[in-house]
């Protein structure tokens, strides 16, 4: 399938992704797979800003609304799933947009994963009790101890991904990084990485009205909702674990409100740092830049068909 192009646009949070994907899907008569960790799953939606409805109704969209919450979901199984997706499009399209901000899961789908290891559930337990009681530090130095791998290249001041790191380390004795394929496998398609940033304070004006939005629209009647999930590995992300931190009274509606703004910026700082890092990847600015990006795909379109 060398006449076949996957279009991938990565950047952090709010900076225009989603916009960006259903442009370029309109334009090419084609589907996107969502690369975003949260939005596949059906119990959240305005936390984890899901593609509008409209959008959604327009557009064939793959990895969102997929499953629940309660269930295992991880960079190797989004691999597997993307790529069933993205033959599924092929067979009707030349070309798939894939648009999102988990860098792991990206990565997983270019390169490829080994099978990942069975969690013990008593392992997730004691990593999510220990946590709890000792914090963001404790996973630090957990991590430094016993995964210098993952601590030297992965996202070390987020949980999730420091939690799962840790659960494949104390359940295999391998790091999360060692299943990538060593080979970095070779997809029978090609793929065109682009990515969308903005200006630090144009980026944070962005993602504090975002979440002003979010509250405004009713994140706090939804999270309250999902009270009974609020231990499950899905609900351990920025817009919920502050507002149940509000319901647990240990801070004011204000606070967490602020909370999950800043929580959202340093979110969107690691995302920059791990993306950087993908010399392949060209970035745009999605407003001042736009006649530059759709150059820079229908060169790229020219090339390939050429070849």
């Avoid at 064939?60 to 790529?83: G, K, R, T």
């Avoid at 817009?239 to 149940?244: A, M, P, S």
Wanted: proline share 4%; hydrophobic share 35%; glycine share 4%.
């Amino acid at each position: 399938m060398d006449d076949k192009l996957c279009i991938i646009i990565g950047g952090p949070t709010a900076v225009g992704k989603t916009l960006w994907a259903v442009r370029l899907a309109e334009n090419f008569g084609t589907e996107i797979i969502s690369a975003d960790s949260r939005q596949c799953f059906r119990e959240l939606n305005i936390g984890v800003a899901k593609p509008e409805p409209e959008y959604l109704a327009r557009i064939p969209h793959y990895f969102i609304n997929s499953h629940s919450v309660s269930d295992e979901v991880n960079a190797s199984i989004f691999e597997e799933y993307a790529l069933a997706a993205v033959h599924q499009i092929f067979e009707k399209k030349n070309v798939a947009i894939m648009a999102g901000g988990t860098g792991l899961y990206i990565k997983a789908f270019e390169e490829g994963m080994d099978p990942m290891p069975e969690i013990n559930p008593e392992i997730r337990t004691e990593i999510r009790e220990n946590y709890e009681l000792k914090g963001l530090e404790w996973l630090q130095k957990t991590l430094q101890k016993e995964d210098p791998v993952f601590s030297a290249e992965g996202e070390m001041k987020n949980p999730q991904r420091m939690m799962r790191a840790l659960e494949v380390k104390w359940s295999s004795g391998k790091s999360l990084f060692e299943y990538f394929s060593d080979k970095n496998q070779k997809r029978n398609f090609r793929i065109l990485k682009v990515g969308f940033d903005l200006p630090r304070e144009i980026l944070y004006e962005q993602i504090n009205f975002r979440v002003d939005e979010m509250m405004r629209k009713g994140l706090l009647d939804e999270v309250k909702s999902l009270s009974a999930f609020r231990n499950l590995n899905a609900l351990q992300t920025v817009g919920y674990k502050e507002l149940f931190e509000y319901f647990d009274s240990s801070m004011s509606l204000d606070d967490a409100v602020e909370n999950i703004k800043k929580n959202t910026r340093n979110y969107a700082k690691r995302q920059l740092t791990w993306f950087k890092r993908n010399k392949n990847l060209r970035w745009f600015h999605p407003k001042t830049d736009e006649n530059t990006f759709i150059q820079f795909i229908q060169d790229n379109m020219r090339m390939h068909t050429k070849k």
